[in-house]
């Protein structure tokens, strides 16, 4: 169990970001778990094919099941939405001391295993081999998929804010995740470990992951304190499109209530469009006129915009028991 001290300052400073290589390190948990086909059986059944060849010994030794992972592996990104290129770089600019340290310490009670060794002898070797390993998994198995991922990532993060909004920052990190409760002035998250965190007007770091689930992955180095945590929407990420309801269907046309029917969790234009397989050109002229009508709302998050259905397309929606998409 960690406990996190949370002094006012800190409550002010809490902020959220989406980070390519978080998300990266936490589908190769999930390409080696026993029951992530539970959640990702398509992704999985695709991405094992794709990385057959690709040798994952210092991978996994890198994230060792139920124990501590060394850090510097994937650092927090520094704004609200990250570039893998700029991650990698940080990863690679961790001086070789800190590496030693980190893999050391994590290894503490065992000794380091073989396939981890470079990190202690030739680390800036080491760490050069292994983010030309992350590039090469990175374009096989999430960058085809990364705009729906990135979409449902930001999504969790616009409904988290308007969750703040409206219950206050104590309303917002008691939802986190099952394993996160809220108490007076701290934190309280379920781990295989025990210990104690005094933040000291750093604030908490909010990571969603759509291959993390329960409990919350933690990060704490020379950095912001990370909280990793299951996003929302995670479990439909990989859900074909379904065909609206067929009133819906007639009273919009079919590709129009199409989109309408996929915006009951925010989303891209470019996301709308890979899962509807069509041109992102034809899906903002929905856009366009489904936002005119004032069934769809906008919000910008970073560089993106996100549409979500307003209350009357959701009214509109589900009337007479339809139900979404």
Do not use: K
Not at 17 to 27: A, D, F, K, N, R
């Amino acid at each position: 169990m960690l406990t996190i001290r949370l002094s006012e300052s800190d409550l002010a400073s809490i902020r959220f970001s989406v980070s390519p290589l978080i998300e990266l390190w936490q589908s190769v948990r999930v390409l080696h778990s026993p029951v992530a086909s539970v959640l990702h059986a398509p992704w999985l059944l695709d991405a094992r094919a794709r990385v057959g060849d690709l040798d994952f010994a210092a991978l996994r030794a890198l994230q060792p099941p139920g124990g501590h992972s060394p850090d510097f592996v994937h650092p927090p990104p520094d704004g609200p939405l990250a570039d893998l290129e700029l991650e990698l770089a940080r990863m690679v600019a961790t001086s070789p001391d800190e590496m030693r340290r980190d893999v050391s310490w994590c290894y503490r009670e065992t000794g380091v295993p073989e396939v981890l060794q470079g990190f202690l002898e030739t680390p800036d070797t080491a760490v050069l081999e292994l983010a030309d390993i992350l590039r090469v998994y990175w374009e096989r198995v999430l960058a085809p998929h990364w705009e729906r991922i990135r979409s449902t990532l930001e999504g969790d993060v616009l409904c988290r804010g308007q969750q703040a909004a409206s219950r206050g920052i104590q309303g917002l990190l008691g939802d986190i995740d099952r394993s996160v409760r809220y108490e007076t002035s701290r934190l309280i998250v379920e781990t295989p470990w025990s210990g104690s965190l005094d933040l000291r007007g750093r604030g908490v770091l909010l990571v969603p992951s759509v291959f993390v689930w329960s409990p919350v992955g933690v990060l704490n180095g020379p950095w912001h304190p990370t909280l990793i945590y299951p996003a929302l929407g995670s479990g439909l990420v990989w859900e074909p499109s379904a065909p609206p309801p067929d009133a819906l269907a007639a009273l919009l046309g079919a590709r129009r209530a199409s989109v309408l029917a996929m915006l009951e969790m925010p989303c891209s234009t470019t996301a709308l469009a890979h899962r509807l397989e069509v041109c992102p050109g034809s899906v903002s002229g929905h856009l366009a006129v489904l936002h005119e009508a004032g069934l769809i709302e906008r919000h910008r998050v970073g560089r993106v915009v996100l549409y979500r259905r307003s209350a009357a397309g959701n009214l509109l929606v589900n009337a007479r028991g339809l139900e979404a998409a």
